[in-house]
């Protein structure tokens, strides 16, 4: 890989940058994108008679943007630290207002996809904010604004449910996606007013193989895990994915270790460090994701059943809207627990708070109160563990390549999110009872998910333990002692 150096670049004006603005409009950017994770929910099930199509065809509105989001996210980070991530961002920020307003001016089914394709493409937002946030950010605020700007993620999807079902239930479904558009155009104009163009660059040539080879394996997986369901886990398309998807990310292995700038360098890839950290991240987004399936199901389920509580979609949001505050709350604390005690501490605490979240959720779901409070303790478990991620990233990572770095981790966190759907769907299937005809979740599928979400989290503090303990003094800002000494170490 080429040598860091600094450009010119993007400037936006001549006064120095306010610290407080960039974060504030980098956090907002974040939770803006994370937002498209809950804003068709509410929808999903009047798809098919608003654009008068299929459900399973209408259920490409969701797993377009699945497919759009994980190709989007390593490719954005390594454009962004070759040629500015200021840059990659608002070319992101832009294609979620285009694909916002695509969709809003849309009645049948294929414009939609697209735009919700082109909103999957800002997935690449919130690694970028990171990165930005390295460069630019003094080292004191650091550790506190990555940890705002990783969470977002989890901010985002939590506030977005109760949000998008109150629009949803009092107004057109279309202006879903003009307040989207509105929102990411108002963030494009904020980052290209406050927000500067980082000068670190890593220069070369991008890996375009390398890029087709990842996007490739990446469609191929998770259209596996995200249709299986519908065409059957044993059927020989959801197969054949599955085996296309270990042959071309097995072969794009073996390119990226053999060319010399390649879009993911796996040798840093393959640091302890850097290694534990995604794997854990792959865990966690496991954890997000399942709280926010089983609940909602717990709250509409009819009361006759005996678990659920007869509820409706706004009351759904406003159980989960405290999670995301709760989050909120948390990331500043991870921030802190990092300084004092080094982020691998603030991971592990997360980890156990979230696997004590889920084992509550068990014998805990009877009740809003105890719905409320279940989702508020695994939101600061998971506020507490995203907070940390990034830290970990950017003290085993050099500069330049902190947006690719922390882009593949965020995808390891969406993967994680798609296994926690499929498991639980194929669970939510298996395991049924029967009321008034129809077949309905049992209560016992729940507490697995449940039991599954806590052992997932249990996973990611076993793998939090491998990871290097703190070093006294060190910061995000400072490349890895044997890179910095090794220039040659920078190279794939």
Known sequence: MSDVHTSPGDTTGSAPPNPNAIVAVLAFAGIVVSLMQTLVIPIVPKLPEYLNASAADTAWAVTATLLAAAVATPIAGRLGDMYGKRRMLLLGLGTLAIGSATVALSDSLTPVIIGRVLQGLSAGVIPLGISIMRDELPAEKLGTSTALMSASLGIGAALGLPIAAFVADNFDWHSLFWASAALGAAALVLVLMLVPESKVRTGGRFDLLGGIGLAAGLVCLLLGISKGGDWGWGSGTTLGLFAASVVILVAWGFFELRTTQPLVDLRVTAKPQVLFTNLAGLAFGFSLFAVQLIIPQILQLPEQTGYGLGKDLLTVGLVLA???????????????????????????????????????????????????????????????????????????????????????????????????????????????????????????????????GCSAALVALLLASFLPRHRAGATAHEAPAELAADPAAQKA
């Open 322 to 452: 405290p999670q995301g505050i709760v989050v909120m709350i948390a990331a500043p604390l991870s921030a802190v627990i990092s300084k004092a005690k080094g982020p691998r501490v603030a991971l592990m605490i997360g980890a156990v708070v979230t696997a004590a979240g889920y084992a509550l959720n068990i014998v805990m779901m009877s009740e809003i109160w105890e719905l409320v409070l279940v989702s508020c303790v695994i939101g600061a478990g998971i506020g507490l563990a995203y907070g940390a991620l990034p830290m970990l990233i950017m003290g085993a990572v050099p500069t330049s390549e902190t947006a690719a770095a922390n882009a593949f981790n965020t995808l390891m966190r969406s993967i994680g999110t798609s296994f926690a759907s499929a498991a639980s769907g194929v669970i939510l299937a298996q395991m049924t009872t029967d009321f008034a005809g129809h077949a309905l979740p049992s209560e016992n599928s729940f507490k697995v998910i449940m039991a599954i």
